[in-house]
């Protein structure tokens, strides 16, 4: 990881150095006596120095949601990967022998009370003819 990072700076630090090297940004280190003869070259260095400025953290903040964009991918499928586990191992636990057998012998053999009996009795309804 450490190696990915200096690789990562040093190939931004190269794009900048390339960048103000080639947008004159090296002659605001040559000194002030420039910027008192010609005020144009100083205006023109500044720009060109604040335009490489703002590509760098271009650079920067793209290059970051690329790797969050990664990050995510992998974190994804990771997450896809548990459930899919967690989906098994639930599935085999509840489809296994000993649970259906338990599950049987409750529905199959239970004894549940009879309830309330009365609408059994002739006199619970009396505009039923009995025709059934």
């Known amino acids: 990881m450490n ?3 200096c690789g990562y700076f040093f190939i931004l630090g190269m ?9 004159g940004g090296w002659t605001v280190s040559e000194g002030i006596s420039i910027v008192q003869e010609e005020p144009a070259v100083a205006i023109s260095t500044y ?3 604040v335009s ?3 590509t760098a953290v271009t ?3 793209a290059s970051v949601a690329i790797a969050i964009g ?3 991918a992998y974190t994804f499928r990771e997450i896809k990967e548990e459930a ?12 296994s022998d000993d649970v259906i057998k338990a599950r049987i012998d409750e529905i199959a053999f239970r ?3 009879p309830g309330d009996l009365t609408e059994l009795e002739e006199d619970f309804d009396p505009d039923d003819a009995g025709e059934r």
Do not use: D, N, P, R
């Open 3 to 5: 190696a990915v990072l």
């Open 15 to 23: 794009l900048v150095s390339y960048l103000l090297v080639s947008t």
């Open 47 to 49: 720009l060109s120095f």
């Open 52 to 54: 490489v400025m703002l």
């Open 59 to 61: 650079v920067v903040l």
């Open 70 to 72: 990664i990050v995510a």
């Open 84 to 95: 899919q586990k967690a989906a098994s191992k639930t599935a085999a636990e509840a489809l």
């Open 111 to 113: 004894q549940e009370s």
